[in-house]
């Protein structure tokens, strides 16, 4: 049996409604802090109803927090094993989903075009789930966003009370189409400035993409020390804000895998480093990974895990200083 927090159902009927903390159509909120909370809600309310009787409400609770965690693995196209990540058997995910889905006809809809499609023309591109309009401050420009059948994101422009137009350039996930219909947004204004940032995000994004998709893979072949050194040469690299905003969280994800790693080794960071040659060994090498560490805790762990996460954290000492003979 899963353990919980300590959260009643009560309060995660008042304060883990997806809707209160995932903003699909605002993708500058940060990816790791939004997967990172609806994970960890999923896991508590799992584990409050593995523990006996549950209210029916408690339950839809659930089936709706599993069904975003698959909407959420599609709209920010990462990799997503539900046993992998929440401990319950894929076919029994697979049922909380469905359930959640006979409910919503809205979400049954985006459920049915990344499987079945049995709504949709499979595999047209020409036929588009209009998913939403963007909120931009324009009076001038309309923007809609949509799904087509080969499950790729889509936008499109158009003047407001005119039937919008879709671009016809496809998108592997929604930020990246958000980014370009931004981008085409700011060139209507014949804002340079906008316009080359947005170019310069969405080069940037697809750096951060390829790290998303393996948001809940092991560090694999490469050691994470490694993986941080990459991360942090491409971080450097940013110039928009959009990229600066996603890099650094992958950067500081990855402090706190290494941070986490020296707590579990028993050993200081600076220890942790000197098994590898990716960074230089001094005090403010890890210092500076166990200060972003705190700053992924901070800012991108759910508030209910996060005094755990801390006092992991207050357990781990950077560096030690070594003694001359």
Not at 34 to 48: E, G, M, P, S
Not at 208 to 236: D, E, T
């Amino acid at each position: 049996m899963s353990e919980t927090t300590g959260c009643t159902a009560d309060w995660h009927l008042e304060h883990s409604s997806p809707g209160m903390f995932l903003h699909y159509l605002a993708p500058q909120h940060l990816f790791a802090r939004q997967i990172n909370t609806l994970t960890a809600r999923f896991r508590d309310v799992q584990a409050l109803c593995d523990a006996g009787s549950c209210p029916p409400a408690l339950t839809r609770l659930r089936n709706a927090l599993a069904f975003h965690l698959v909407k959420m693995s599609r709209w920010w196209r990462f990799d997503f094993c539900p046993r992998g990540v929440t401990g319950v058997r894929n076919p029994l995910f697979l049922t909380y989903v469905k359930a959640h889905a006979e409910r919503s006809a809205e979400d049954d809809a985006l459920f049915d075009l990344f499987t079945m499609q049995r709504h949709m023309h499979g595999g047209d591109g020409g036929h588009i789930l209009v998913l939403g309009r963007d909120p931009v401050p324009d009076p001038s420009v309309s923007i809609v966003y949509g799904v087509d059948g080969q499950r790729n994101f889509r936008f499109a422009t158009g003047s407001h009370g005119v039937q919008p137009l879709w671009n016809g350039q496809a998108y592997p996930d929604f930020a990246a189409a958000w980014l370009a219909a931004r981008g085409v947004h700011a060139l209507i204004r014949d804002d340079s400035t906008d316009l080359h940032e947005y170019e310069t995000a969405q080069r940037e994004h697809a750096w951060a993409r390829s790290w998303h998709h393996r948001h809940f893979h092991r560090s694999g072949k490469l050691p994470v020390i490694r993986l941080y050194a990459q991360a942090n040469a491409q971080f450097m690299n940013c110039q928009s804000a959009f990229g600066r905003a996603e890099m650094k969280t992958v950067v500081e994800r990855l402090a706190f895998d290494i941070a986490r790693a020296a707590f579990q080794r028993h050993m200081t960071v600076a220890d942790l480093i000197e098994d590898s040659d990716a960074l230089s060994i001094n005090l403010r090498s890890a210092n500076t990974i166990k200060q972003r560490a705190r700053a992924y805790v901070a800012t991108c762990i759910d508030p209910i895990s996060r005094p755990e996460m801390d006092t992991l954290l207050d357990r781990v000492v950077s560096y030690v200083p070594r003694r001359c003979p």
